[in-house]
């Protein structure tokens, strides 16, 4: 019996698929648990237009990741921060402080995740490398006191 998988089943398939499986289990297991449903024409139609769609979403999403990449990359972006006179850091900053600098002064939304840095601990300019999406770039950080 030709089923659409509903979720994921080990050693049958993922969710999304069709696959071949025995009459007995697909009406003893699968389609009880509602791991399954059966492949009728309506059921392919829908599951074509699913996958269609999550290509359109997932199409639009890298758009938009591109478009705040291109918007933050090569940017100069300043922090003040607290720090005594040797230049030292009282708090250490991190991807979350630099994340939020970049709303603030550019108005891009960065996940922290994106930006790879060790935490900064001194007052000076530093390069931080950036992922978003699959594009790679840098940013320039200005560590200033306050």
């Known amino acids: 019996m030709k089923v659409i ?4 089943v080990k050693k049958i398939g993922k969710k ?3 696959v071949e499986v025995a009459d007995g289990y697909a009406n003893g297991f699968l389609l009880p648990k ?3 449903k059966i492949a009728t024409n309506d059921a392919m139609k829908q599951l074509d237009s699913e996958k269609n769609q999550v290509v359109k979403s997932t199409e639009a999403e890298k758009k938009a990741l591109k478009k705040i990449f291109t918007t933050v990359t090569g940017q100069e972006i ?5 720090a005594n006179e040797k230049g030292h850091l ?3 900053l991190g ?5 939020a600098a970049l709303q603030n002064e550019l108005g891009a939304f960065v996940e922290t995740s994106s930006i790879i840095t060790e935490p900064i601990k001194d007052i ?3 390069v931080v490398p950036i992922e978003i999406g699959e594009h790679k ?7 200033q006191p306050k």
């Open 5 to 8: 998988l509903l979720h994921n």
């Open 124 to 126: 000076d300019n530093y």
């Open 78 to 82: 300043t922090i003040k921060a607290q």
């Open 90 to 92: 009282f708090a250490a």
């Open 16 to 18: 999304g698929e069709v």
């Open 137 to 143: 770039g840098t940013i320039l950080v200005q560590i």
């Open 34 to 36: 509602r791991l399954a």
């Open 95 to 99: 991807p979350k402080d630099i994340a």
